[in-house]
């Protein structure tokens, strides 16, 4: 008998499930229908938001209509989701899947985002578009609050859990989800900060202040009548950390990267087009120009690159940007393109000295003192030296024992040593050069023991020291600004 009992009481619980999962099933449907009545009986108006404008730029609001739409809770209802790896650890975003609808409410009025995805068979490429969807008696009532509303929610979202993105263009236009015109992009994830860059302390507060002091300055340049912009020039030796650097910047001002490949760029008119594209708020990345200049490896002209550093056309494509050029050296650089406007601050990253050195060793070992410390100095001031890279990475492979990886990097530096001295004395046999006071550095984990340049023109500061800079030195250096 209690058996029976206590089936017929399973059997009850299973129907009262089922019943209020029916119950709330059919209520979902009535809504569902009424709300599709409600729609044939009024008279609804469309408004379009595409995600380039006219000109082929990206439409910021498209971004902040997708931010905000993407964190509805509605957006668990659309019959497509798609579900993307977040910025937390273990963390999974939704967000709205093409050609799918998603309701929203604003004071009161129901309205309706669908993301549009119009494919273009000619070519293949898509044209997105978020169309929002209101009764038109409502217009005039709630859009201008609405889109007021929209931005704020937006901005909120972005600076509490802002995801940087790196861009990179593309040989022809992309169709990819994550692509704008010729832009592809992916996640910023690099680690490197300014605070683990390896700098001295009062440099990494130049920088810094320079960098905070060009975000407070909106009004200040237009009362000068010139555009919210500011080019660097990091040059140096391969594996100095000039990437690294940018990454850090990125970081530190919160901006996108645009990484401009010139080997997949057509003509000038193609450079133009790219930095339209680009969008306010971020770094504009040319690498290794140096190398593109010199060895005419791209089919974009010089007069096409001084355009593109310092043109009208930078005041079109949106204010608050960074310009960013790389060379390993700028020797052989024409003198226009090094003038200021279009560079404004040079930052030489040279090879690692003792001061440097600690710093890594303390960044990768946890090692802030050691008993080798003494023999490595020693080394260093015979005049060895190497990159931050190669010098990591002894110690990153050796990081179970700081001495072993003290050891290795104690044999690299001698046998580096020997050959720059052979090539030294080879360099003061064939010839004797003029020593000059300008030293031009700006990174205190890349020193080398003696940086001789000649001034340029175009009032470059002057740092009047002649003092040679030997390894044990404290360090010293300054930001050229031109």
Not at 22 to 37: M, V
Not at 113 to 130: D, P
Not at 319 to 327: N, P, Q, R, S
């Amino acid at each position: 008998m209690g058996f029976f009992l206590f089936l017929f009481l399973i059997i009850s619980f299973l129907i009262s499930v089922r019943l209020f999962f029916y119950r709330t099933t059919l209520i979902y449907r009535l809504k569902k229908w009424g709300h599709w009545i409600e729609d044939r009986i009024h008279v609804h108006q469309s408004l379009k938001v595409p995600q380039l404008n006219e000109n082929n730029q990206e439409n910021l609001f498209y971004r902040k209509v997708s931010t905000y739409l993407n964190s509805l809770s509605t957006i668990e209802d659309s019959d497509f989701t798609n579900l993307i790896y977040g910025k937390k650890p273990n963390g999974v975003v939704l967000c709205l899947d093409d050609d799918q609808t998603i309701l929203d409410t604003f004071l009161g009025a129901r309205v309706s985002w669908t993301n549009r995805v119009e494919r273009i068979e000619e070519n293949g490429l898509c044209k997105k578009t978020f169309l929002l969807k209101l009764k038109k008696k409502d217009k005039r009532r709630i859009l201008q609050s609405y889109i007021q509303h929209i931005y704020r929610a937006s901005e909120d979202i972005d600076s509490r859990c802002k995801e940087l993105k790196l861009y990179m263009n593309t040989a022809t236009l992309s169709d990819d989800h994550g692509s704008i015109g010729r832009w592809r992009s992916v996640r910023l994830t690099h680690p490197a900060t300014l605070e683990t860059i390896a700098m001295d302390s009062d440099l990494k507060k130049k920088v810094k202040s320079d960098l905070e002091a060009f975000l407070k300055s909106r009004q200040y340049y237009h009362r000068l009548g010139r555009v919210w912009k500011r080019s660097y020039l990091l040059y140096g030796p391969s594996g100095t950390g000039k990437s690294s650097f940018i990454a850090a910047m990125a970081k530190f001002l919160s901006y996108d990267v645009y990484d401009i490949d010139l080997s997949k760029v057509v003509d000038d008119s193609d450079l133009k087009m790219l930095l339209l594209q680009t969008s306010s708020k971020s770094l504009v990345v040319v690498e290794d120009l140096d190398r593109f200049i010199t060895s005419n490896s791209t089919t974009v002209s010089l007069s096409g690159i001084l355009n593109f550093m310092d043109g009208i056309l930078n005041s079109c494509c949106g204010d608050e940007k960074l310009m960013v050029f790389t060379m390993n050296s700028k020797e052989k650089m024409d003198p226009a393109v090094l003038r200021p406007g279009r560079i404004d601050v040079h930052i030489y990253f040279p090879l690692c000295n003792f001061n440097s050195f600690k710093t890594l060793a303390n960044n990768c070992l946890g090692v802030k003192d050691h008993k080798l410390f003494p023999q490595v100095e020693e080394i260093f001031q015979t005049g060895a030296t190497m990159s931050p890279a190669e010098m990591s990475e002894l110690m990153i492979c050796n990081r179970g024992s700081p001495g072993r990886a003290l050891r290795s990097v104690m044999t690299a530096l001698q046998i580096n040593g020997d050959g720059r001295k052979s090539v030294l004395a080879a360099e003061e046999s064939s010839s004797s050069v003029a020593e000059t006071s300008s030293v031009l550095v700006m990174d205190s984990s890349c020193s080398v023991p003696v940086v001789k340049e000649i001034q340029k023109l175009y009032g470059l500061l002057k740092m009047k020291s002649s003092k040679k800079i030997g390894p044990s030195d404290q360090f010293s250096g300054s930001m050229d600004r031109r």
